[in-house]
């Protein structure tokens, strides 16, 4: 037999007593069964065997090297009786089966147990053998593999201290023994493994879901990217690093510590590592310990075992996930669970920069859209109303308070603020709104048209009467109907309107029949009817009918915040039909428009700003200059007033009336002649022309108020 010929008896002394009992190893292997049912992991089922081996065999120390995952190197997992010293070589020296030479490499190649009874002299115990522990000074040792199938998965080995001759019973016992052995402990790795797998898979599957989960661009993606990858890969040491492009910034995250630091500091530190290999290569890169590069060195010295992935995110980052342990290597399972979860983790960072990029957008859209909504509300205010002031905004109030009622409405305001427009805006606001809007000027109709548009009339009514006409009353049916300028109505017509107001039906012209109407009233005027009710040029019965709601439209003057407002979108509304690009008005113009009183209203801006715009030449601002001679005037007579309070003293008891007037006329002179000067850019003789004087005139006042003159 093979394992005849590796025997060796070199001691003629050593014992020839049978060690090995079958009915103990039999005992020991159901005891050792018993381990696959218990929650244990396989470095304690190791722990125990080894035992089973020493205490109940009777060897005096043993130990279990297992291959790594490459299949080359043999680590110790676990030993028994071992001191401290021979303890920790043995765990710091992974055997490599093709490098290292010595027993253990020995049967792990050929898959053959080897006996040997005197450690001391026998050739197959080599230098690295001895360095390893002193255990080969002396005593018996045998070394059986532990195979599944053909595979060697690992050794067993076992001392005497005294020699000890080993007999082929007790090879053949032992070597069945440690496949029993084998056995047992590949079902645990295997055992361990799923579970492990099943452990990292679920590792994974929770930090994609947080990830995915985060939509914002912080250090969280990173910490959920960290904190799982060691947990999936058990790494003793990591490292991510992070090349922000375009900040052209660095970070680096090592588990505990973030910091941001010099790109090139940053660089140099990993260039000649497998962190700027993967980089570079865009690849995962790995590397056992053991397996030294001239070229590449280790991130963390004495942390040979090294896996780095890529991490790039679109154009913006680059970098890399880096982990490491002092020994071993990184399993192919394990780098493709880290493989998927560095995919993650740059989709995530695309999804939330994307998410970003788009919150960013809506934002700004948002605020755009609400700029906009703000900038109708502003302009077109309640119903296509511009205007933004208190009066204004309290109108629109009304407007929505009256809208839904069929009370007659009465709307007030001088010419050009808007009168049918806020009568149109109560029609829209109404639930008439699907009905129609007519709309009549009693001022632009004579008398006797009126009554006949506003009634209609028969067929034969009068002359030319040739068929029946409906009248805007009886059309206006279910809708509203506007009666402007109703102060100048005929006193005739009033008094049929008023019937109509009582009755709720009309009469055509020429017609016996009452035709019942269903019709909201407005009316609107720009004279004063309480005035004319007094004069009896309205009738006062009427006046009540009319006004039960009244409503008063603000002069512009008397709201200046909508000013500017309106001018811009004029400007706008201009800007488009006459294909212009104007921007606004110069500070000047704007002051000018502010202190003009517009007598005409919102209907006055409107048309000087058209006149304007017609004129105005292709600069981008409006200009004082471009403004209508009478705007300008008014500015300068706005410029002249002199405020009383400003110039009268605080007046004791007892004042002498001469001194203080004679006072307050010199500095009302004084005030009136230097603002016309400083007009007129001290040319006196404009001045005298602004004034309405003549030169001397001027010259003289200038002397009485002890003036220095120049000759301009």
């Known amino acids: 037999m093979a394992q005849d010929s590796q025997i060796r008896n070199a001691h003629s002394g050593a014992s020839s007593i049978l060690l090995l009992d079958k009915d103990k190893l039999l005992q020991s292997i159901f005891r050792l069964s018993g381990l696959l049912t218990s929650p244990s992991n396989v470095d304690e089922i190791l722990v125990k065997i080894l035992d089973e081996v020493v205490d109940s065999i009777g060897f005096d120390k043993g130990i279990i090297r297992l291959f790594d995952g490459t299949k080359q190197n043999l680590e110790a997992k676990v030993v028994k009786n071992y001191s401290p010293d021979e303890a920790q070589k043995v765990f710091s020296v992974a055997l490599n089966i093709r490098e290292h030479d010595c027993v253990v490499t020995k049967v792990a190649r050929s ?18 053998d001895r360095m390893l522990t002193k255990i080969y000074d002396r005593g018996s040792y045998f070394c059986a593999p532990l195979k599944i199938g053909e595979e060697v998965i690992g050794i067993i080995a076992a001392w005497f201290k005294e020699e000890t001759k080993f007999f082929p019973e007790e090879i053949s016992l032992f070597v069945t023994y440690a496949n029993t052995l084998s056995i047992i402990i590949h079902n645990m790795r295997l055992f361990e493994a799923n579970a492990e797998k099943i452990r990292q898979l679920l590792t994974l599957q929770e930090a994609v879901s947080e990830m995915n989960a985060s939509h914002v661009l912080d250090d969280h993606i990173l910490e959920i990217l960290v904190r799982s990858a060691q947990k999936i890969a058990r790494s003793e040491k990591m490292l991510v690093y992070f090349v922000d492009l375009e900040k052209n910034s660095c970070l680096l995250n090592d588990g505990g510590k973030v910091s941001l630091t010099d790109p090139k500091a940053c660089a140099d530190r990993i260039s000649q590592t497998i962190i700027a290999e993967a980089i570079e290569a865009n690849a995962i890169v790995t590397r056992p310990s053991g397996n030294s590069s001239p070229v590449r060195q280790a991130v963390f010295p004495g942390f040979a075992c090294e896996v780095a992935l890529p991490l790039k995110i679109k154009e913006k980052f680059k970098g ?16 493709h669970v880290l493989d998927i979860l560095v995919q993650n983790a740059a989709t995530s960072y695309d999804n939330a920069i994307m998410h970003a990029v788009l919150s960013q957008e809506a934002k700004s859209l948002k605020t755009e859209v609400e700029k906009l909504k703000e900038r109708e509300d502003i302009l077109l205010g309640f119903h296509n109303i511009l205007g933004k002031s208190k009066k204004m905004l309290s109108l629109f109030h009304v407007i929505e308070e009256v809208a839904g009622h069929n009370t007659n409405i009465l709307i007030q305001g001088e010419s050009g603020t808007g009168k049918e427009l806020i009568a149109r805006a109560i029609h829209r606001q109404s ?31 009068f002359t030319d009467a040739r068929r029946r006409k409906i009248g805007l009353l009886e059309h206006a049916s279910g809708g509203t109907i506007l009666l402007d300028e109703i102060g100048e109505m005929g006193i005739h017509i009033q008094a049929k309107f008023l019937r109509v107001l009582e009755d709720g039906h009309i009469r055509r012209l020429g017609g016996t029949e009452n035709i019942p109407i269903d019709v909201r009233f407005i009316f609107s005027t720009n004279r004063d009817l309480t005035r004319m009710v007094a004069e009896n040029a309205f009738r006062e019965d009427l006046f009540y009918r ?15 915040d909508d000013l500017m407002l309106l001018a811009r979108y004029y400007i706008e ?92 006329t010199r500095d009302l002179k004084r005030k009136i002649i230097d603002s016309t000067l400083e007009l007129s850019r001290g040319n006196k003789t404009e001045a005298a022309r602004r004034l309405g004087i003549s030169r001397y005139k001027l010259i003289r006042e200038l002397k009485k108020l002890g003036n220095k003159i120049s000759q301009v």
């Open 111 to 128: 898959g053959q147990p080897i006996a040997v009874e005197v450690t001391a002299t026998d050739p197959r115990i080599t230098e690295t």
């Open 573 to 664: 509304e201009f800007n488009h039909k006459f294909r212009k690009r104007v921007k606004g008005f110069t500070e000047d113009a704007e002051t000018i428009l502010m202190h003009y009183p517009w007598p005409g209203n919102v209907r006055e801006l409107k048309n000087i700003i058209e006149r304007i715009m017609i004129l105005h030449s292709d600069s981008h601002y409006i200009g004082a200059e471009s403004l209508p001679t009478e705007m300008r005037a008014t500015m300068n007579q706005e410029r002249l007033r002199i405020q009383i309070d400003n110039i009268l003293p605080q007046l004791p008891e007892g004042i002498d009336f001469a001194e203080v007037t004679e006072r307050i």
């Open 431 to 461: 639930h008439r709104n699907n009905k129609p809007f007519v709309d009549v000027n009693c001022a632009a109709i004579p008398g006797t048209l009126l009554e006949s548009e506003l009634f209609g009339y028969e067929a034969g009514a």
């Open 546 to 560: 009319i006004s039960v709601v009244p409503i008063t439209i603000p002069p512009l003057r008397e709201r200046t």
């Open 320 to 335: 890399a996930l880096y982990l490491s342990r002092r020994k071993g290597e990184f399993s192919q399972d394990i780098i």
